[in-house]
């Protein structure tokens, strides 16, 4: 019997996850309407993208839900509210401030864990801004640290660029193939093993349906 994907694997929820100035809009607008603003306004609460990709892996079609959360401190505590039913994250960093990957490490991909059923399978480590890193053998130790970190916790790392393009399209088409292929192995009681991380988990607040426009309450709008 072939193996196919039901209508329901039509729709993937990304989210993109990490500190304040690590590009995370900018890789959502590059990916969606292959578009990079210099200077892009920082996120209030969510920002909301959509485009429809194809999957040549699977020779089917998904339209990519692109969930981009808001980095700074004050608006951390409205981050569940997005992660609710996503199939996969993008946990992105800025290369140029290696001070950033401390904050992803120790606290955005503990608070991103319970909501991907504490598996690590679906989230990808971003390294962004790969194009204003200047080159040297400390920038290269620091890249081995991801990498280790990256590969001690099951995670697919890939470094970007938002602004030149590079690795933008291969990571949400790599992500959404993964997904896909995890749909398709659970839809045929296959389900892969899954990298876990043992951490308790929150309750997930309650979540309505789909916009384009940013789900923020209504004291706040985006500057």
Avoid at 65 to 78: I, L, N
Avoid at 187 to 198: I, M, R
């Amino acid at each position: 019997m072939s193996r196919s994907l039901s209508t329901k694997s039509s729709s993937v929820k990304i989210v993109l996850v990490g500190p304040s100035n690590a590009g995370k809009t900018s890789i959502a607008k590059r990916f969606t309407t292959d578009q990079f603003d210099e200077f892009q306004d920082m996120t209030v609460g969510s920002a909301f993208f959509s485009k429809q990709l194809h999957s040549k892996k699977h020779k089917t079609s998904a339209r990519v839900e692109v969930w981009d959360t808001a980095g700074q401190e004050k608006y951390r505590s409205m981050a569940p509210m997005y992660f609710r039913n996503a199939a996969g994250a993008l946990l992105v960093f800025d290369q140029t401030a290696p001070t950033s990957f401390d904050d992803v490490e120790r606290v955005w991909l503990p608070e991103l864990l319970p909501h991907l059923k504490n598996s690590t399978q679906f989230i990808i480590m971003c390294g962004n801004k790969a194009d204003a890193v200047k080159q040297s053998e400390e920038h290269q130790l620091f890249l081995s640290k991801v990498e280790t970190m990256c590969d001690t916790k099951g995670i697919r790392f890939f470094s970007t660029s938002a602004k030149a393009g590079e690795n933008v399209s291969e990571v949400f088409e790599y992500l959404v193939d993964e997904i896909l292929e995890g749909r398709l192995a659970g839809q045929h009681g296959q389900p892969e093993e899954l990298a876990t991380v043992s951490i308790t988990k929150d309750p997930e607040p309650d979540y309505g349906d789909d916009t384009k426009k940013s789900r923020i309450p209504k004291c706040c709008s985006k500057a």
